[in-house]
């Protein structure tokens, strides 16, 4: 079974609905990210939680906002979408290390997302 | 905001033939990491360095972290199909703490 899995893993909508992309993680890791990859663009980080209480915002947070249910789940909201949202959308995880500085992220296996 | 530059974008060789690809910034890493990502999955991380200078072999391939810790390069010896691929590097640390800064990403072809 696959430590971080998303739900669903491909997803077309229309412009303006709402939209939640699902993540969820065995490791037992505390920090979780969302990430959108567009070609040419690499991985753009979009929001990021160190632990159930915190959330912080990303290099691309607009239009997005998260939840983190729990230590194993986060979820990635579009409130509205749009066409330029049409992207792959990667969550990863992550433990923290004090004082170490080689994090290792481990990404789930994405979800496509297409707005019309 | 920290940036890395990667390149090449595109990358398409023939079997056996060595390849470099490059990652630059203007910005200061604590350590880079380098990724594998093949069609339908996540990025797979391949190698973290952390010294400046440090150099770190797996199998054939070769990746390097500059002095300076601000560039990195990775080289791949006598390159095969199975190599083919979307590499990315990534920066943690700096002014990013526990965030990683990724770079554009090389997709590498190699034909047979």
């Known amino acids: 079974d696959a430590d971080v899995t998303q739900t669903p893993r491909n997803r077309i909508t229309k412009t303006g609905k709402r939209i939640m992309l699902e993540c969820s993680q065995t490791k037992g890791h505390d920090r979780m990210y969302w990430y959108r990859q567009d070609p040419g663009l690499g991985l753009r980080l979009i929001y990021y939680?160190?632990?159930?209480?915190?959330?912080n915002k990303g290099e691309i947070s607009d239009g997005y906002s998260v939840s983190r249910q729990a230590q194993a789940k986060f979820s990635l909201s579009l409130e509205s979408a749009i066409p330029n949202q049409t992207a792959l959308y990667f969550c990863?995880?992550?433990?923290?290390?004090?004082?170490?500085?080689?994090?290792?992220?481990?990404f789930g296996p994405g979800t496509r997302l297409t707005v019309l | 905001t920290q940036l890395l530059e990667q390149s090449p974008q595109f990358l398409s060789i023939q079997e056996g033939e060595n390849l470099t690809v490059y990652c630059n910034s203007s910005?200061?890493?604590?350590?880079l990491q380098w990724y594998r990502q093949e069609p339908g999955e996540g990025p797979v991380l391949l190698v973290t360095v952390v010294t400046g200078g440090e150099v770190k072999k797996l199998k054939r391939l070769t990746f390097q972290f500059g002095d300076a810790r601000k560039d990195s390069s990775l080289h791949i010896t006598a390159a095969q199909p199975g190599d083919t691929g979307l590499y990315l590097c990534?920066?943690?640390?700096?002014?990013?703490?526990?965030?990683?800064?990724f770079g554009q990403g090389t997709i590498l072809t190699v034909h047979p």
């Open positions: 910005s200061v890493f604590s350590s």
């Open positions: 990863a995880t992550s433990a923290s290390t004090g004082i170490r500085v080689s994090d290792t992220q481990y």
């Open positions: 939680s160190f632990d159930v209480k915190d959330i």
């Open positions: 990534a920066g943690l640390g700096g002014t990013s703490y526990g965030k990683l800064t």
